[in-house]
């Protein structure tokens, strides 16, 4: 038989060890079981935001033409610490959202995955698109069609500093016709804003921008008889503050724009000259919100400019300088992160110099909203007002409504579609010499990711203009291409 053995004081020590141990094995599957439960899934996956420039509106978003879908300002993206291809610029957690003073709109992540080149502390993205193009314009009887080839390069330069923020960012296209006939359309933009922190509640910001465009010969300004329209210029500057006084938060911004317009070549050989539209815009923006809940914050932001003309006089003898004011009203909401936006209503003016022309106001309407229904899919909705100083003889100018919607889905993880509509009605003084007019685009998309370099494109747009008694203008395009990203 064996002798029973007493238990030695090691023994004693060592079993309630081994207990412990046991136990600890069982409580881990049960502690992983708990952490994958309540894991957000797919559906609860989060969409980030940023600010839109202020003064855009929804149809112009990222400075593009909103005729192809290229264009499209829709932006969302994966949850900032769980995608890997997320920049690192996006994943900072010292990044302010600018929600005061600006329109909100969802990032664009899965279009920006290319990782950059670092130089020193700044983080370079370029992009470069080749697209060929086949464009038809009707007009009445008329028609006319071009192929044409379409080079685009831009580019983002951002700061990866613990405080403050400098972001520049440009680029442009340009086009080179390859049969047919139409007026070509370069493009130029670029942007360097910096964000200054200053302290916890308070935000500075200075930007500086310059744009350029080709004004298109369907626009109520251009000419009638002229082989290639007016070159447009921008030149912007504006400074601005942010502060956060608790349940209240209130800003402050100053905005520089100069305008000046190119020759126009007209169909008999000669030029003229539209010096007399050159101008410099100036406003003062003030602006304040009432933090409701985290939720709903109300505002009400006032707006009092002056735009002075080079000459005082245009060609007609009209005084074209003006002061314009505005009053807003409206709710910024962020109900989720797959919900957000604001919507505003107001009253703006513009009172001119001259006595022979009207005032030119009304009503005011401007939103943007941000939905992402489910992952992968993004959709913005926007409406915006807008009021356009006219060159024709006796008329003040036009009011214009624009309504919107874009959006983007991922049909599967290298393939996203791409879509865009708006509808523009630009409205004149009744008894007026112009006509009413109203803007319909639709567009649609393809791209396709190779690898995060290479991308292949496909895009077709459609674009109708009509008036009261003149005739409707209508413009198809169609595009292949690709975009080379950096």
Known sequence: MTRFQPRTKSTRVLRPAAWLLAGCALISPSAALAQALLAPTDDTAATASAATQTGTAAIQAGNASPETTGSISTEAGEPLLTDPTVDEDFARTNLRENSVDGLRQQLDIAQDAASGIRLGSFILKPTLGQTFNFEKTKTGSDTESRSFVETGLKGTLTSDWSRHELSISGGGTWQRNVSGSGETEPTADFEAALRLDISNDTTGTLKAGYRFEREDASDPNAIANATSQSNVNQYTLGAGIEHDFGILRGSAKVDFDRYTYGDVDLDNGTSLSREDRDRNEGALTLRVGYELSPALMPFLEASAGRSIYDLRQDTLGFERSYDNYGLRAGIEADLGEKLTGEIALGYETYRF?????????????????????????????????????????????????????????????????????????????????????????????????????????????????????????DTARVGVGLTLRR
Do not use: C
């Open 353 to 473: 110099d001259d006595n022979r022309l009207d005032e030119l106001g009304g009503v005011t309407i401007d939103g943007l909203i941000n939905w992402s229904p489910q992952r992968g899919t993004n959709i913005t909705y926007g409406i915006s007002t807008g009021l356009e100083p006219s060159t024709t003889p006796g008329e003040s100018g036009a009011m214009t409504y624009t309504l919107s919607s874009n959006g983007t889905h991922e049909l599967r993880s290298n393939l996203t579609a791409r879509w865009s509509n708006s509808l523009t009605f630009r409205n004149y003084p009744s008894g007026g010499p112009s006509e009413d007019e109203k803007v319909w685009m639709t567009g649609a998309g393809l791209t396709w990711d190779v690898n995060r370099t290479l991308a292949l494109t496909g895009d077709v747009s459609y674009e109708r203009t009509t008036r009261e008694t003149a005739p409707s203008t």
